[in-house]
């Protein structure tokens, strides 16, 4: 099969889309949804604002392609795998601790957007159905429904992260030094391994 080679113009439409998407994730992630501002966007991207509502839309178009974006991220970054959920935890957690801006971006996102993206729907009801198939494959616990199971541990990866400031400031030192994490971590994956085991 041939392929015809990109023009320069398709090279640069594209990666113009690339800076716009770049530049409103940071954006998004700084300000959120209502914060945010196209004009901000355009010059973060230094490109012309017109292109976004090009290659784009609105602005909502344009906060839907982040979600969308982060989604596909997370899903590579953190696959679930035959139902493993402590393996998921693990890559969902240190995902999370790796991208700030991804930790930001989902918390304005549970604020400012009550309806799902189609990749968020996709995403997530692929999850439950591979949480499903491993409890009737009799790997994970089915005394819970697959959508509790996977809610449950999904809310645990995010149990230090989301934590309340007069909880952090009880941990010794740095709540967020890398060994209070990695303490952290092991705890956590302690606790969904006692979640999740078939009883």
Request: avoid cysteine; charge should be neutral; proline fraction near 5%.
């Amino acid at each position: 099969m041939t392929t015809t080679p990109r023009t320069p113009r398709a090279r640069d439409a594209r990666a113009t889309k690339a800076l716009l998407l770049e530049a409103a994730t940071d954006e998004f992630a700084e300000y959120g949804f209502a914060g945010a501002r196209i004009d901000r966007v355009a010059e973060r991207a230094g490109a012309n604002k017109r292109l976004l509502y090009v290659y784009f839309g609105d602005k909502n178009d344009l906060f839907d392609a982040v979600l969308e974006e982060q989604t596909q991220a997370v899903l590579q970054a953190a696959p679930l795998h035959d139902g493993d959920l402590e393996a998921f935890a693990a890559a969902r957690f240190d995902y999370m601790i790796a991208n700030p801006k991804a930790r930001r971006l989902a918390t304005w996102r549970t604020f400012e957007r009550t309806e799902p993206t189609e990749a968020e729907r996709a995403a997530f009801g692929a999850r439950v159905d591979g949480v499903a198939a491993a409890q009737r494959a009799g790997r994970l616990r089915a005394d819970i429904p697959a959508l509790d199971l996977f809610a449950i541990v999904l809310r645990m990866t995010e149990s230090w992260l989301g934590a309340p400031s007069g909880l952090l400031a009880a941990a010794p030192g740095d709540p967020m030094s890398p060994s209070r994490i990695q303490e952290h971590r092991a705890a956590l994956l302690a606790a969904v391994r006692s979640v999740v085991a078939v009883r």
